[in-house]
């Protein structure tokens, strides 16, 4: 079966202090993840694709098999990140699969 | 168009009515999703459309939950007796065929059956 976990409903940083949003993954193959964020009444965005190894303003992610994890990174949190950022993972039939999302809260 | 396109983007309706939500995707994108997401959830699966067939219905929670994309481009998501439990955001996203290709999401509908 497919599962994402975000273990964190809401993360709530300082301005400057590094992030980490965590996200752990079930499925048997070889899967494709990605992080999607949705800020305040905007749709949901691409933030970045495990596949791309790109960095989207400041944020990484590394895929680790190992850890079945895929967590999200930056180093200076800035108040413009605080939304919501979802974990996905897209595996066989091409369908993604969310975690629950885990607010980021970035305080002046 | 330049994105997708959901419409309405707010819909209000009696328990007991039909209601149909209507996603305009990216053109060109053969690839179409349906997803809902209940408050305080991440979006979750309903069916996917390859071209004008319905490639994995996995997702549809029951006989009163449909969708068509006749022509492959548009699609109608259509849900006959409405209850309570399904007010939801309803999000639709479309992608180009392929694992190297990202999804777009529409700004989704808001379903609120009273």
């Known amino acids: 079966a497919q599962r994402v976990t975000q273990p964190e409903k809401l993360l709530s940083v300082f301005k400057g202090a590094p992030v980490e949003l965590k996200c752990n993954y079930s499925?048997?193959?070889?899967?494709?993840l990605f992080w999607y964020v949705q800020y305040s009444r905007q749709r949901l965005q691409l933030l970045l694709r495990?596949?791309s190894r790109e960095s989207i303003k400041g944020f990484t992610a590394d895929l680790n098999k190992g850890e079945t994890s895929f967590h999200l990174k930056k180093p200076f949190a800035q108040e413009e990140d605080s939304a919501m950022y979802y974990c996905?993972?897209?595996?066989?039939?091409?369908?993604?699969?969310f975690g629950a999302g885990t607010i980021l809260r970035v305080k002046s | 168009g330049a994105g997708v396109s959901q419409t309405p983007s707010n819909k209000v309706t009696e328990k007991g009515k039909y209601v149909e939500l209507r996603c305009d995707p990216i053109?060109?994108?053969?690839?179409l999703y349906w997803y809902r997401q209940s408050l305080g959830q991440g979006p979750e699966f309903l069916i996917y459309?390859?071209?004008?067939?319905?490639?994995?219905d996995s997702g549809l929670p029951n006989d009163r939950f449909f969708a068509v994309r006749p022509e492959g481009s548009v699609s109608t998501l259509k849900i006959q007796r409405t209850e309570r439990g399904d007010s939801a955001v309803y999000l639709c996203?479309?992608?180009?065929?392929?694992?190297?290709?990202?999804?777009?999401f529409g700004s989704g509908t808001r379903l609120t059956v009273v």
């Open positions: 996203a479309s992608r180009l065929q392929g694992p190297n290709y990202g999804y777009t």
């Open positions: 053109s060109g994108h053969t690839a």
């Open positions: 996905a993972l897209s595996g066989r039939g091409n369908k993604l699969v």
């Open positions: 459309f390859q071209g004008t067939g319905a490639a994995d």
């Open positions: 499925y048997s193959g070889s899967p494709e």
């Open positions: 495990h596949i």
